[in-house]
């Protein structure tokens, strides 16, 4: 079977990685993909929402799997576009469909959703431009610090967490009135804040089965010490090691299989992963955000350690058959260590060369931020790229990608070296 994976990540890379292990994989493109892609399946130059284009590439490489990485095609209905098109309708597709994408593109609409079926999750409100004051007067009545999120996609910067009052109001006017995140902050959710630590949990839903990936732990700040802005992710462990049996249980029955019979009863036709944000407070699991696709790098984390053939699982996706399937999970811990470009998550430099790549042997090199250029692998993005290591525990797995990371080398590469220093 030729598959297509849309993206050009560190995620990507992983997925592309593992299925080409498989004996059922054929020929395998990735659009756009990267330098990493490039060595294992064929790169095509098409953007992520170029429907048109992703369309004449299914039919001339006879292309029968699409697995979409980001959450932008999915929030812009690509499922939608193959099911609606006589020559695409049947094309396994990955990901969610429009409505349901929604959970990701609308944290208005997530948290109405989570209200609908019971699913704990912070108090809330939501306000407009034309209900600003009432927005205020809804701060007055909260204790800092205050949450504010923008409520479309606002590439990861939309939510902003305030411990004074004043600046609390200020922001919201500028996020409504002064359009501070454009349209993504037409709307904006106020909500409590919830005091806890955070993980991300993975199911993967043909619509009617589900099969509850690892749990992993991404370390979101680019400062050592969780300090600093907001990245899209320095690092990250699986398994986590306070998600004990007891916690995953409660996740589960209050989270997860809410979750899945509200997108039977919302009428939101989902066939991909569910990414859901996670924070217990005590003992408790309460949800912070949905998103429609994996994490990026927590990817580098849960695929190499499921051990099952992934086009064997995708296709059980779009049959809806995965209640044949289980799971076969690696026991050890892996972890994952984001090497950036200095400057990372401001202005940076691209174009720098990367060496080293040869010396690497105990550990899994994923490419997010590279790409080929004239036979040498330069930078092309602030992540650049996700170094993956096994071992006993997160310690041991994390040095091992340390000490690889010391082999590999490119003008202003920063990493963080304090990775699991919470646990
Ligand atoms: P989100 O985009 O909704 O995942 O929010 C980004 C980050 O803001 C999360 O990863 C949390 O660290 C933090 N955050 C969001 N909502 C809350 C909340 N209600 N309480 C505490 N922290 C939050
Ligand atoms: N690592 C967080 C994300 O993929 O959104």
């Not at 079926?117 to 927005?135: K, L, M, R, W």
């Not at 309460?286 to 099952?308: A, K, L, S, W």
Request: net charge negative.
């Amino acid at each position: 079977m030729n598959i297509l994976i849309i993206g050009g990540g560190g995620r990507e890379h992983t997925i592309a990685w593992k299925l080409a292990q498989s004996p059922n994989c054929g020929k395998l493109f990735v659009a756009p993909g990267n330098a990493g892609t490039h060595e294992i399946a064929t790169n095509l130059a098409i953007g992520i929402n170029d429907f048109t284009e992703i369309k004449k590439a299914i039919l001339s490489n006879d292309i029968q799997m699409v697995i979409v990485g980001p959450e932008d095609p999915l929030v812009n209905g690509i499922h939608n576009f193959f099911l609606k098109d006589k020559q695409l309708k049947d094309v396994i597709v990955v990901g969610p469909q429009k409505d349901a994408a929604k959970l990701e593109g609308s944290k208005e609409f997530a948290k109405e959703f989570m209200k609908a079926h019971n699913i704990p999750t912070a108090q809330y409100d939501s306000f407009t431009a034309e209900t600003v004051e009432e927005g205020c007067r809804f701060l007055d009545t909260m204790n800092p610090p205050y949450v504010l999120k923008a409520d479309g996609l606002a590439a990861g910067k939309g939510v902003l967490i305030l411990q004074d009052l004043v600046d609390a109001k200020d922001e919201l006017r500028q996020m409504l009135v002064g359009q501070k995140f454009g349209e993504a902050s037409q709307k904006v959710v106020i909500e409590e804040f919830l005091d806890g630590i955070e993980l991300s949990c993975f199911v993967l839903t043909d619509g009617k089965n589900y099969l509850t990936l690892p749990m992993a732990k991404d370390y979101k700040r680019i400062g050592e010490g969780d300090t600093g802005l907001n990245t899209g992710g320095m690092g990250a462990i699986s398994p986590v090691p306070f998600a004990s049996d007891a916690f995953m249980k409660k996740i589960e029955e209050r989270i997860i299989k809410p979750t899945l019979v509200g997108f039977q009863k919302s009428n939101l036709p989902f066939q991909g992963f569910v990414f859901i944000g996670l924070i217990k407070v005590g003992e408790d699991p309460f949800v912070i955000e949905y998103n429609v696709r994996m994490g990026d790098p927590e990817t580098e984390v849960v695929f190499p350690r499921v051990q099952n053939d992934w086009v064997d699982l995708f296709k059980a996706v779009g049959t809806q058959s995965l209640d044949q399937h289980q799971l076969k999970v690696d026991p050890r811990t892996a972890a994952t260590i984001m090497a950036v470009s200095g400057g990372y998550p401001e202005a940076y430099e691209k174009g720098k060369t990367i060496t080293g790549f040869e010396s690497v042997v105990n550990s899994e090199v994923f490419h997010a931020g590279t790409q080929v250029d004239k036979d040498l692998v330069k930078t092309s993005g602030g992540r650049v790229l996700a170094v993956t290591s096994f071992g006993k525990d997160h310690k041991e797995a994390l040095s091992k990608s340390y000490e690889a990371l010391q082999k590999i080398d490119f003008e202003g590469m920063y990493y963080r070296k304090d990775l699991g220093f919470d646990l």
